[in-house]
């Protein structure tokens, strides 16, 4: 037998499990045979309800994992001599691996970011050597919803990006992990980060809000949509048993379920940061306005905490940690932790 698993943590909301209704869903389409790799009702049910959240032209794909995803959505809008602009710290800069550059052959080039995110003056800073054939020409901005600090942009700023992309002749991918809590945070539909801001290719992240591993490609330009059918496959992330990651969107996307998972974690790290900033020396480093709270801790404070409960260090020369709520963080996990936090704030702070 495997052994159980182990107590909620604020280290990541991927170390959560997974929602009982997509469990249930998974079982539920665990029967009998089906057609394969997307060739399923079950694929065509999730493809239907992605088109009522986006658009009824939104091109849908799904994958395994983010990274996929980005690498997929991002394939499709670049050549290998064209970059794309995205903000220091970015997760496709940072946490990938290197994935992006390797697979596209493309570069990525940072871009100083206020609270996570970019604006027109960091981008235009950036965009140099255009026509220029010694310099990698920028094509795609790539922005993250919510960011990787734990913010989000507004759709009016999203806006004001795309239309500086545009106007360059450049496009606009966003990358939606988050994207659920970033809706919940903002009041908005999914579809309010779609093809009305003018986003041209997203990810929308299931793995995240309670799903197995599931995550999606969404395209909103006919040009790149065909394309996307052989870039997936060609990058390993067409799945053959489809339907399985299908369920998990059906679910997500019945009686509103992904906006109850997003809008929970999001409440329980509101609770968090406001507990946390009435504990004498600690300080919260970016505002709170999604799942996630960074804080600035002495290192002994974060050591010690770190033995009871994991999280990772953000930033270590200054000092931030993160802390990530789930859809089934609760409130006794998080007036716990800030009771530990204040008792060892008091000894070591």
Known sequence: MPPPPGPRTFASDNWSGVHPEVLAALAAVN??????????????????????????????YLTFNGTGANVVGLQSLLRPHEAVLCAAGAHIDVDECGA????????LVTVAARDGKLTTEGLEAAWVGAGDEHHVQARVVSVTQSTEVGTCYSVGELVTLADWAHQRGMLLHLDGARLANAAASLGVGLGAFGQDV???????GGTKNGALG????????????????YIRKQSMQLASKMRFASAQFVALLT??????????????????????????????????????????????????????????????????????????????????????????MGRTG
């Open 100 to 107: 992006p550059e390797r697979f596209l052959g493309s570069k």
């Open 31 to 60: 029967g009998g045979h089906a057609p394969a790799y997307g060739a399923d009702a079950v694929t065509e049910e999730a493809v239907a309800r992605l088109r009522q959240e986006f658009g009824p032209d939104a091109d849908v």
């Open 198 to 204: 003018g986003v041209d290719v997203l990810s929308f």
């Open 255 to 344: 009686d509103g379920l992904w906006l109850r998972n997003a809008a929970h974690a999001n409440a329980m790290a509101r609770r968090l940061a406001d507990g946390a900033a009435a504990v004498p020396g600690v300080r919260l480093a970016y505002p709170v306005q999604a799942n996630g709270v960074f804080a600035a801790l002495p290192p002994a404070a974060s050591d010690a905490l770190r033995e009871h409960h994991p999280f990772y260090v953000w930033d270590e020369p200054a000092g931030i940690v993160r802390w990530m709520t789930s859809f089934d963080t609760t409130e006794g996990d998080v007036d716990g932790f800030v009771a530990l936090l204040a008792e060892v």
């Open 214 to 229: 599931a995550e999606a490609v969404i395209a909103f330009r006919p040009e790149v949509q065909t394309g996307l059918r």
